[in-house]
Structures are given as structure tokens and as C-alpha cells.
């Protein structure tokens, strides 16, 4: 009988049932056995960091996470506080009526859409403005409308016949649509121009508002819209068939589709300051047909800071866990001042006892 019955059993000693010298028939073939070869990494006894999560280690890390996240939050918060915006609703005060009688109105082509709008600015606006268009209840992320287009066709003009994935929108009259798809065909074609109370043009420059990328390698330069919007159906804007597709940046902005119901999509710059207490003229050709599914149309102005538009979530969410993590701190040490636990010695834990892991 072993004197040491605590002492494991020799994980390399044979079994008995495996002929060994001991056992009756030591010529026996060997039994093949499933035990995995011994290695400290199979037998997860590497080195290995074990902390233990002392209150004191506990309570450092939550104001760690408190001082780096509230200050975050604070510089969010006034930055996107510096941001002017002036946001302008102007699909139901450019239509009154009924949905159907809006919608007879847009689709009409005889019908006066001209609708005049003005904005007052109530904190100077540092240039860059930038103009966005704003839609809301607009599926964009829909699966057959995002498939409804061709890239290989936007991209090479030999391949102005790809229009298998443009359906419904693919051919008209019996020759291709360049460029084809839902996509193209409800392009955004409500129109805005700019003055101040002293009939002073302010001038709009749609130069640059797409993604460089887009330009160079999504949209080529000799391919040039062809047979677009001639179809028994009128979608949405038109396009200059003399520019072609990677110059025409109002189509690029748009052909990049957003991915929640409402979004915004740049319309342009405005590159001189207005002051504060300025009215701006907007004169709105609204064309777009937004009545049909409920949609709404916003006009928006924005300055933008370091971090981008106007946008409180991020400062938000940053003083949120901030705060959290500070409310757990506080009940943490609260708890171990006023009903303190005694720890165990950590020395007796077995990877203390036995660094090497044997």
C-alpha cells in the first residue's frame, strides 16, 4: 500500500492492463491509449499573470476609467456645443394640402415648385458651410434597391450593356440606361440657392463633396451618361450627358447609400462667414417626391470642430461611463471602509505554492 496516499498517481507510469513486466503475458500487444502526450502547454501550466482583484485594485481601476473618460467627455460635449446648425423642415410648408393633392403637386409637370424659405442665423457661422440635404422614412439600405445598379457599368464604358443587376431600371426604348438602377433613377433633385437680406448671392461650391476614392475608382471618365430618365417613369434628377459620371458629384454623393432610414448627403459648400443675427434667403425648387411614402425633407447648415458636426452622443456616452465608473468607486470604498473583509493570504494559493506548476 502507497505510505503517501495524497501523492498523485505518475501520469508516465504504464497501466497495468498494458503488459508490463509484471503482468502475466508480458508479450501482449499494448493497448493504445487516448491520454494525450504530457506537455505543460496541453496541461495549460505555462507562466501565467493570476491577479487577484483586491478592493484596492478594484477601486483604482474604476477612478482610472473616471479621470480618463469625464474630462473626454467634457471636450466632446463643448466642441460639438461650438457647432452651428440651422435645420429647416420645408416639404409640408412648400405643399399644403391633402397627400394626395402633394403628391398630384410634385408629379405634376405644369405645377409652380418654386417655394421661398428663410433662415435666421443666431450665432455667427465660420466658413467652411457646409449644406447637407436631409431625408427622413427614406430606405436606402432596402436589399433590392441597393442591388438595383452596376459597377462594372459606372466604372468602364465598355461595359455600358452590364445591366443584368439594374432591374427594373436597366433598359429604356429598347437601349441601355447609363447609368442603370433604382439608385441612379431616384437621384435627389431638389435644388437650393443662397442670398442674404442684402441681395447678396451666396455662391455654393459642389466641387469635391464626394470621396476622392469614388471619383478615381469607382466612377470612370469616359463614361458619360447615356438614355438616362427616359423611361415611361421619371425617378428623379437628371444628368449632363456631356460631363461624365466621375465629374458629376452630386450623382457620386448620392450613389453611396446610407445605411439607416434617415440620413444626410452634402449638397455643397458655402465658403464665407455669415453673422450672427443674418436672414438667409433659400430659394427651394422642390421637385423631390418624398409625399408618396411619407418622407420628410430638411434643409441644414452646419459648421463643423475638430471632431466632426454636431453630435452630443459621443460626450454623452464618455460622461455616462464616467460617471458610472465613478458611482462604483465611491460604493466600493464606501463598503471597504465601513464593512471592511478580511483577505486570505494570497501565499497559499497553489501557483504560489508551486510557481513551476509540478
Known sequence: MNSNPSTPMNAHAP??????????DSNAPRRNSKRPKYSRFTQQELPACKPILTPKWVISAFMLVTIVFIPIGFTSLFASRDVVEIID???????????SQKVQHIQSATSNKTC????TVRKRMKQPIYVYYQLDNFYQNHRRYVKSRSDQQLRNRGDENDTSTCKPEHVANGMSIVPCG????????????FSTSNNIQLTINKRHISWKSDRDEKFGSDVFPKNFQNGRLIGGGSLNESIPLNEQEDLIVWMRTAALPTFRKLYGKIEVDIEAGE??????????????????KKLVLSTTSWLGGKNNFIGIAYLSVGGLCFLLATTFTIIYLVKPRHLGDPTYLSWNRNPGGH
Request: charge should be positive; charged fraction near 15%; proline fraction near 2%.
Open 116 to 119: 421661398i424659405r428663410s433662415l
Open 15 to 24: 497501466s497495468s492492463s498494458s503488459g508490463g513486466a509484471g503482468s502475466p
Open 89 to 99: 423642415r420645408y416639404d409640408n410648408a412648400c405643399v399644403q394640402g391633402s397627400k
Open 279 to 296: 436672414t438667409i434667403n433659400v430659394v427651394v425648387e422642390n421637385r423631390y417626391n418624398t409625399y408618396s411614402f411619407s418622407g420628410k
Open 182 to 193: 433604382l439608385v441612379a433613377w431616384s437621384l435627389f433633385n431638389d435644388t437650393y440657392s
